[in-house]
């Protein structure tokens, strides 16, 4: 071993003993691509694992994006691992195909897919960290794109050594390139090469390739170093921030128990400006979006502008104002719908479960549970049918003896304009309204002391999975 691979792996201990990043006996489940950062890691890590009783395992994501060669990274990696005795964990996922589907770029769908792989390989293994290979210059690379997207304070932070939590790590995160490509040639750590690293269509690789280089010969100044040090001093203030809005953040923001975040823009305008960008910005990461400048600005507009406006966030999500609030939601792929169905029956959906039932004798007590109704089922009649609310629809609300529209019901009763078009109306064999499900029923089919036949209906609104 040489003076330069000596100061290397004492500097690697160093930067791990100082942040804490490994415990002795912790379970360390290293991503591993074949690459020389990840191949880089994975020796320092085996170093480390002799006086640290260290278990580690492998995980290889293959993304399917380089046909044969990144088949030839997966073959590569299990060998490497065979041969080092080492557990090893694979998944292909269609990277393409998400990243199209869910309106994201390559590289932002290849990194979501691969954390998540991530994490579901690290709960089951109960592994106590995920560690990757990201280094020095990749942190500069990462502040100087975020800088140009216009990220908030944490894209100008750049990639955090840990994760609060710490289930992630980045132990390479002090080491320059140039540093890592001298260790794997002194030890003769063998590595494989992404082809895609040389694309220009990547902006990761411009700012890499000519941007910083472009910079470094303009300015003689030390480029990776100097955002590096922005993005710890943004860190550090970012910290600050991060604790003032989540005081902001429990007292403006809901999530409702279909999984729909709501907003409320009277309370959320009483704050300045950068705390307003936060909570946005979380609340956009919370949907798994990235957020950017453009977009924040725009919804911070939207709170300004009439009810009813809505802006698309992407091709899953939408923001929507209503009345006093935003609201967060998933795209809705069904506008209308009909349900025909007979008394009797049960239906379930992606959004509610409805079932009718005959009666022997009338229930002692009808309750107060509005997910269940008791009618005349010789009014409803045999034949029911399921459906959204229509414009021009109107019933006579239990209690009263006037129409009102559906329109002007659920106006009086706040409800959020999405939840008009998914709350489900019950029509009976005539075409009347009979129940608004979950709701208010129609006066008209109530239970009285002359009904012959009771009829149960029961409505339960079932929680969307979120992305």
């Not at 020389?36 to 994501?61: A, F, K, W």
């Not at 229509?390 to 329109?407: C, E, N, R, V």
């Amino acid at each position: 071993m040489n003076a330069v691979t000596h100061t290397f792996e004492s500097a690697f201990v160093e930067f791990v003993t100082r942040h804490e990043l490994i415990l002795r006996g912790d379970r360390i489940l290293l991503g591993v691509s074949g690459g020389i950062d990840s191949m880089v890691l994975l020796h320092l890590l085996l170093t480390l694992g002799e006086r640290m009783d260290i278990d580690l395992q492998l995980v290889h994501i293959n993304h399917r994006l380089r046909g044969d060669e990144s088949d030839g990274d997966e073959q590569f990696v299990r060998e490497y691992a065979k041969r080092l005795s080492l557990p090893i964990h694979v998944q292909s996922v269609e990277t393409a195909m998400f990243s199209s589907e869910m309106g994201y770029s390559i590289q932002e769908g290849a990194r979501l897919l691969r954390y998540r792989a991530y994490e579901e390989i690290r709960s089951r293994i109960g592994a106590h960290r995920i560690a990757t290979a990201h280094h020095y210059d990749d942190n500069a690379e990462t502040v100087l794109m975020n800088i140009l997207r216009g990220s908030g304070l944490r894209g100008l932070s750049g990639i955090p050594v840990s994760r609060d939590d710490g289930t992630i790590i980045r132990p390479l995160l002090f080491a320059r390139r140039s540093e890592i490509e001298a260790y794997a040639h002194d030890r003769k750590i063998p590595y494989r090469i992404d082809s895609s690293n040389a694309s220009s269509r990547y902006m990761r690789n411009v700012v890499r390739q000519s941007i910083i280089p472009m910079l470094q010969r303009e300015s003689e100044l030390d480029v990776a170093d100097t955002l590096n040090k922005i993005a710890e001093f943004t860190g550090s203030v970012r910290r600050r921030v991060q604790e003032e809005t989540d005081s902001v953040y429990n007292q403006v923001v809901a999530v409702d128990s279909e999984g729909n975040t709501e907003l409320n823009i009277l309370s959320f305008l009483e704050y300045p400006s950068y705390l307003q960008e936060e909570v946005l910005r979380r609340i956009l990461e919370n949907l798994t979006l990235e957020p950017s400048i453009d977009q924040v600005e725009a919804i911070r507009r939207l709170c300004l502008q009439s009810t009813g406006r809505s802006i698309s966030l992407s091709r899953s999500h939408h923001v929507l104002k209503d009345r006093d609030s935003l609201w967060f939601r998933p795209v809705s792929g069904r506008s209308t719908y009909r349900i025909d169905l007979e008394v009797g029956q049960t239906v379930t959906t992606d959004e509610f479960s409805f079932s009718s039932t005959v009666l022997k004798e009338p229930p002692g007590a009808f309750g107060s549970n509005p997910q269940r109704e008791y009618v005349d089922g010789d009014l409803l009649g045999s034949h029911i049918t399921l459906r959204n609310w229509l414009a021009g629809d109107w019933f006579t609300p239990f209690g009263m003896t006037s129409k009102k529209k559906l329109s002007d019901f659920f106006v009086d009763e706040k409800v959020p304009l999405f939840k008009k078009h998914s709350t489900p109306v019950l029509e009976s064999s005539t075409g009347e309204i009979v129940w608004v499900c979950g709701m208010r029923l129609d006066d008209r089919f109530k239970v009285t002391p002359t009904t012959a036949r009771v009829v149960q209906l029961d409505y339960s609104p079932l929680k969307q999975d979120r992305p």
